[in-house]
């Protein structure tokens, strides 16, 4: 079993009485997360339901004291996942948490918007972790802890020895069922069954999008400008939709853990400064995937934006808010981290640098 650094803080959240919402996208590993907490779990009635059994679902949305009856009633502890596919789902959850007091912990494959309907319902009863892929500290604890330690020196020999892990990584991602195949042909399997599901599942059937192959168009159209600044005008053009369902099919990629949006710094005084966000996959094997794209990463022309990507997530990861400075679309930083004292650390991405310099994009910014 691949080893999970929230866990420790999902057992916290989990004794106390509000509700949990494992919160991401497919195949992240939140059933796998939940089946340890209910494991672990010792009291003597406890149930672990699926709303992917389309019997369970019906009761639930079609009489919630029904569902209590056969399924609740009985039980000190409650396990449902897949909860995104309940309509009015927050409604009728609140209903039943306020009326059993019970401990229920919930999954669900969108953002809480999404997944949990009429989200205010739950105010001051739930908490909601959100489940990524594997960080990149997790795949190396994984694949070979005893490298754990290099992640922390930087000198040629110990770069030399993750490199390896870290173009595995940069190529198939950090989706656990994909890690946890040993050949190329099976992970790039697992990526297409996880990209082909997402489409089908989260598109199609959840959100009721009859137009999937246009968001499977948007998606490839993005994993070819991973890292780039949005021309929203452009897309729409190609995709022929307007730029308000641009907007939302954009949005529901966001919120679907598909994609990371990062917003520009913007200064009042500097009208030129560029206003569109930067978007970039949240895993490196889906884009790769879209692209059919699996050449060593010294090969990729897109070697630059997959470290950007990598570096992106990895700050992410560590809770940062980052933003990215553009002037005139002729200067730009990569990422700025913004510190309490609302000052910020800027950050150049480079897949290759002779020497040691200031790029014009941090000049400009500094200056």
Do not use: C, W
Request: proline share 3%.
């Amino acid at each position: 079993m691949i080893s999970r650094t929230i866990y420790p803080k999902l057992q916290k959240l989990y004794q106390k009485p509000d509700i949990l919402a494992l919160i991401g996208a497919r195949r992240v590993g939140k059933t796998t997360l939940m089946t340890q907490l209910f494991e672990e779990e010792k009291v003597k009635s406890k149930l672990f339901l699926s709303f992917d059994d389309q019997r369970i679902l019906q009761i639930f949305e079609e009489d919630i004291d029904e569902f209590i009856r056969i399924y609740i009633q009985n039980n000190e502890v409650v396990f449902i996942d897949e909860f995104q596919y309940a309509s009015e789902g927050g409604k009728k959850l609140k209903y039943l948490y306020d009326k059993l007091h019970i401990k229920i912990v919930i999954s669900g494959s969108s953002a809480p918007e999404l997944t949990i309907q009429s989200l205010q319902y739950l105010v001051g009863r739930v908490f909601i972790e959100e489940i990524h892929p594997l960080s990149f500290e997790e795949f190396i604890e994984y694949k070979n802890p005893t490298k754990l330690p290099l992640l922390n020196k930087v000198t040629q020999s110990s770069i030399s020895l993750i490199k390896p892990f870290l173009e595995e990584y940069l190529t198939y991602g950090g989706y656990p069922q994909v890690i946890l195949e040993n050949s190329q042909e099976d992970k790039i399997l697992r990526l297409k069954q996880i990209v082909n599901t997402y489409l089908l599942k989260e598109i199609r059937d959840i959100l009721q999008y009859k137009d999937s192959h246009k968001f499977e168009k948007l998606l490839s159209i993005l994993a070819m400008q991973d890292g780039s600044i949005v021309n929203k005008s452009k897309l729409s053009s190609l995709l022929e939709i307007s730029n308000q369902k641009l907007n939302e099919m954009i949005e529901v990629l966001e919120k679907t853990y598909v994609l990371t949006q990062v917003k520009p710094y913007t200064n009042t005084k500097v009208k030129e400064l560029i206003k569109s966000p930067k978007i970039y996959f949240k895993d490196t094997g889906f884009k790769n995937y879209l692209l059919n794209e699996f050449k060593p990463i010294s090969m990729r022309i897109d070697k630059g934006v997959l470290y950007e990507n990598f570096i992106l997530h990895s700050l992410l990861y560590l809770e940062q808010k980052v933003l990215f400075y553009n002037y005139k679309n002729s200067s730009e930083v990569d990422f700025l981290i913004q510190k309490s004292n609302n000052s910020y650390v800027a950050i150049e991405v480079k897949s290759y640098l002779q020497t040691p310099k200031v790029e014009r994009g941090l000049y400009s910014y500094i200056v």
